[in-house]
């Protein structure tokens, strides 16, 4: 692609030659003649000149550089992760549908243009796939699971029956979604668990991203709901019922309990533990390793909370200090 | 199936029309006319009576209602789970032995009669599957494995040669069991650790569930143990040579270390860590993220602990108020 | 193989009948006739004398022992463990290439002699594997992806395009190498989060091992590395971009953010969080549950931290005790 293409692309003004071709994105220290780099902060931006890189992508504080090509605009990370998906968009077009002759895939199976199935993956009765998404090798996709347009499915990835996922929906390898929650119920008279129906189901909306090796259980009657453009990493756990709003972005090895309710904009750091029944209101942070109650309430937008039980952080840093000072700071 | 037969499957007393079809199972909000809902708490019998339900399960609370049919009993959430297990099976039937021509089933290996092998699973030489199980789709079940009757196994389980599960065993998809254990010995000379023989064995007993991605690691030398009615949770840890007891419940992304011993009906919240050589006696209670330091003990039916340490839950709270108050609320 | 060999082997001293045919490793109770235990301590001496073993590994207090045959050494787990490798290696001897049938092997990948493909796994395109490796059934190897010698992948792997491995690296079943790390631009206008390019690459030397259900990421721009000899538990996550060093030793559920830097021989317990851009330096040890806040620098070869934040375990037990004598015993 050539470097005044990815300009009007991203909205970046062009200064120096454009036609530069640029086939990858790297770091400074990785970059190579037909890379594209990036310069946020006005201290790397000499080596940023100075790296074997095509161009810069850098902010206004770069516009009277000389040396190397440069896209100048407000928000270079941004400008820069656009640049990066239109470059592996172009790599990736998939112009025909693509079944692998291993895959297995049920005749009454509906796969939009596009499609490709890679290696024995598994495609079971009535579910449909739309255009462009691609099935990764080994998944297992259940009877009348949805899956919208340009979702992409690393290897390995487990859907139990029922699932629907939206547009443009990335789910990393070993990941399973649609699986049973953990309910019973204790026949007091001979001390056993029974299973409580888990026939509920998972719905996925657009944008989301899930990653490798998490769970997310479908609800117990009803619905588990993960909302538009939320991002989750590797290992984390999303309990039966629960209800996750948009652009929620939730660290791995996070933990959240059944039938809590996570609203837009919340952020959840590292390994957070939520119990059953929270609410997380609206742009709430939980900080690494915090521990939410059972329905308990948080709120607050960009208020911050740490620790276990969660609490406001300067509460959680002055009851740290305090602590520092009864043992001792040695 | 009617709801008459349903009544009498569930030891609960029918009121009203008998000969009403029973199709599912559903909570208020998503019960349609052939469905069976349940109502534990008198404040919302009457939407559960305005609901689209076919009939209701409830306490003697309602038996002066009328508008639906009813099903009184004693323990309404209890009847519902018989209930909704009752309709499953009768969906699931499964009347003859079924290998997807994708399976691949070594020829030593004994399928009991109704056992079904779905896309893709490897079964490998000398497996014995007892009748009326299934094996999804992608699983691979190592060399010598032993699964009873009536186990159910998701996608892309991994079983470890030599594993011995019960009856009525579910593995949800992407678990692993009888992987190797950690453990090492350090070579003081060179500062290499060498693996230390991992060649024991896991037995889970009959049933017993475990959830998506959870891992149980087979004994050292000896044995790692699952009691009979132990329910594990999604993205569980268990170490080499544990001995867990009988209705043990343990919540989402708890681990434990090696050679701890869990006696019978102890409950796990959430997250928590349980440190090597640890005993939990029976009926003890960890409340989520709690952490039990190497070698502790313990005691109590229905003891509380909580925090790490893991102390009583009084003493945690009198701790926390504490420091609350020196920390200042705000 | 006869124990007069081991010994050799193993660099132990024989004393008794070195003809004696050893198929196995055991323990004191599982032992067998042919199987080799070991005794650490003094006093496991008599019982190891006197169960069903073949011989006994144990120190130079058994050297007066009667009754069975004996290896002396002065590190008698570590010569346990040698034995025990030798035993495996005799058994799983690989004299020829072995691709199954169902395995999906593309045309431009090159496989060392030796090499085991079991069944439905899949070789991309321009994948290495190196002699003597084996790759478990369902394993999905991505294209580009280079495996050297000797490595042994359990079923249901998932590596990601481009990523490299050493020689002898033991990869667990489920795990899954070089996927996506978690990185996002928001676009302040919109409130949407885009995805910052995960492009760089995973690099893990040799004598690694890795556990069930693990996750790696890969690089963002750069790469990932983890230094050779390192051992990661069941259920660990790894971050893009960091870098860790030799010999490192990380236990179950334990979580590392983007970016940190792990030095050579750090131990890090069960449930651990590491911040971005941590760094712990040579030797550091971080009990279980243990987090480090984000660009934090801990040091000390040796020195035990504890607790979130994690601080000298001196100073967190002194902290742990005043806080007991403020809430009260109980």
């Not at 994105?25 to 890189?53: N, P, R, Y």
């Not at 008279?189 to 997310?216: C, H, M, W």
Request: include cysteine.
């Amino acid at each position: 692609m050539k470097l005044r293409e990815i300009a009007g692309a991203v909205d970046a003004r062009l200064q120096g030659d454009g036609n530069i071709e640029i086939t990858g994105v790297a770091s400074i220290t990785s970059a190579s003649e037909h890379d594209l780099i990036f310069v946020e902060d006005h201290k790397f931006l000499a080596s940023g000149l100075e790296c074997a890189a095509g161009a810069v992508i850098a902010g206004e504080f770069a516009a009277a550089s000389r040396g190397k090509a440069l896209l100048i605009t407000d928000h270079p990370k941004l400008a820069f992760a656009r640049a990066a998906k239109l470059l592996a968009e172009g790599k990736q077009a998939r112009t025909e549908r693509k079944i692998h002759q291993t895959a297995t895939v049920h005749l009454s199976a509906r796969l939009g243009p596009g499609v490709w199935v890679e290696e024995r993956a598994v495609i079971a009765e009535d579910v449909q796939v739309g255009e462009n998404s691609s099935i990764g090798a080994g998944c297992s996709i259940g009877r009348d699971v949805k899956i919208g347009r340009n979702c992409e499915f690393y290897p390995n990835v487990t859907i139990y029956p029922g699932t629907t996922l939206g547009d443009h929906v990335i789910v990393h390898a070993g990941a399973v979604l649609g699986s049973d929650g953990f309910g019973y119920v204790r026949d007091s008279r001979t001390g056993r668990y029974e299973k409580f129906p888990q026939v509920g189901r998972l719905v996925i909306e657009d944008d989301v991203e899930i990653g490798a090796n998490s769970t997310i259980d479908r609800g117990a009657l009803d619905e588990t709901r993960i909302g538009r453009g939320t991002k989750i990493d590797n290992l984390v756990h999303i309990g039966h019922n629960c209800q996750l709003g948009e652009n929620v972005v939730i660290a791995a090895q996070t933990g959240i309990s059944g039938s809590a309710v996570i609203e837009n904009d919340v952020v959840l750091g590292g390994q957070v533990g939520i119990a059953d029944h929270v609410r997380l209101e609206e742009g709430v942070i939980v900080g690494a390793q915090g521990g939410v109650p059972s329905r308990k309430i948080l709120r607050g937008k960009g208020v911050v909370f740490w620790g276990t039980p969660a609490r406001p952080i300067q509460q959680y840093l002055k009851q740290l200090a305090a602590m520092a000072k009864l043992g001792g700071k040695r």
